[in-house]
């Protein structure tokens, strides 16, 4: 910052003028908009002066004990690249992040926006009733995923994502990873449930091939399970076709597990 305040106004505007200034300076010079940029701060002095531009900032922990405003820290450069920066952006901008892609599908995170539709999607009888929060009325599922969208996002590379068509971007579905301990043990398992409107119609086939790749390819996960209940043909049905063999049965439920077999 202080290189290109002294090359556009001279050493007298480094010298005189405060962060904030100056950062009032390159944002007036360029036209930019406060939260179109991200900047890393290293001291408390700069932070404050960061928070009162508005724009956007991650942390970087090697000089100083970052505040509250901090969303993001690092430990050291090595591992910011340009994907990282953008993710972080997004992440403060509380914009949903594209996890995968087909040519007739897009997997990425809920936003607000989506939230009641995928409330809709989850009380269609079909799903409602294999679901293990279905007696949960509509006002809890809201909160719990506002919740969802603002604190767990942040800290995991999965999770809970939408399933949208890429030609309208229309939301038809979800598919998940989590870390869970349905077998007694820590485990990456996979969900998924798809509007009634577009059953038999191979896009969840599609999704689960996409996110089981990326569970591996991008992730590192060695192994995905899935439960579903005995009684859910369609998802056993889905399951055996996307690589995934049934390794037992509990309490009603058939436990399938994929060692990415496609």
């Known amino acids: 910052i202080e290189s290109f305040i002294f090359n556009e106004y001279g050493k007298a505007e480094v010298v005189e003028k405060t962060v904030e ?10 036209l930019f ?3 179109s940029l991200l900047i890393t701060v290293s001291s408390e002095n700069t932070e404050k002066a960061v928070v009162k531009s508005g724009i956007p900032m991650i942390g970087f922990n090697g000089k100083y004990k970052p505040g509250f405003e901090i969303g993001f820290v690092i430990e050291g450069f090595e591992e910011v690249s340009a994907d990282f920066m953008i993710k972080a952006w997004k992440r403060i901008n509380r914009l949903p992040i594209l996890i995968t892609e087909s040519k007739r599908l897009l997997i990425k995170e809920f936003s607000y926006e989506n939230i009641e539709s995928v409330i809709d999607i989850m009380e269609e009888p079909h799903i409602i009733k294999y679901i293990p929060d279905g007696r949960d009325n509509r006002a809890l599922r809201r909160e719990k995923l506002v919740s969802y969208i603002e604190n767990v996002y942040k800290f995991y590379d999965f999770g809970m994502w939408g399933v949208f068509l890429k030609e309208t971007e229309e939301l038809i579905g979800s598919i998940s990873i989590d870390l869970k301990e349905t077998t007694g043990k820590p485990e990456y398992e996979l969900g998924f449930f798809v509007k009634k409107d577009f059953l038999g119609k191979g ?9 089981t790749e990326y569970a591996h390819k991008i992730s590192g996960i060695k192994k995905l399970i899935s439960i579903t209940s005995t009684k859910n043909r369609e998802a056993i049905r ?9 390794i037992g049965i ?12 496609f």
């Open 238 to 246: 889905l399951l055996l076709k996307t690589g995934f063999i049934k």
């Open 33 to 35: 908009k406060a939260d």
């Open 203 to 211: 896009y969840m086939k599609e999704a689960v091939i996409l996110v």
């Open 21 to 30: 200034e100056k950062l009032n300076l390159i944002l007036e010079k360029f």
């Open 250 to 261: 509990k309490d009603g439920m058939y436990i399938f597990e994929n060692n990415f077999r």
